[in-house]
């Protein structure tokens, strides 16, 4: 599994790289804020919802501090969508974020 820092993460948006970025927390932590651009789809909904990503794309999953993201990323893997971890998740964010 393939896997990136929050910092990295930051960098790539703000060098104006076009990323799909998945946020797969629950409602009432995503309602505290998110990363600007990310879509919502708690980890609970991931292994439904894969019909919506596309194959050909990568995708950036981020939790409160990586482990759900990690396993959203091995149900993804499972079904051939590629996805990079954001280690530490939104615990070591200091980007912006969106509420």
Known sequence: MNSITPDELQQRIE????????????????AAGMIPGAKHIPLGEVA?????????????MVCRGGRRSAMA????????VKCVNVEYGMTAWKGETIA
């Open 15 to 30: 060098a104006g790289e076009d990323l799909n970025i998945i946020d797969v927390r629950e409602d009432e932590e995503v």
């Open 48 to 60: 439904d919802r894969v019909d919506e990503l596309d194959a050909d794309q990568e995708y950036y």
């Open 73 to 80: 990323c091995e149900i993804l893997e499972g079904n051939g």
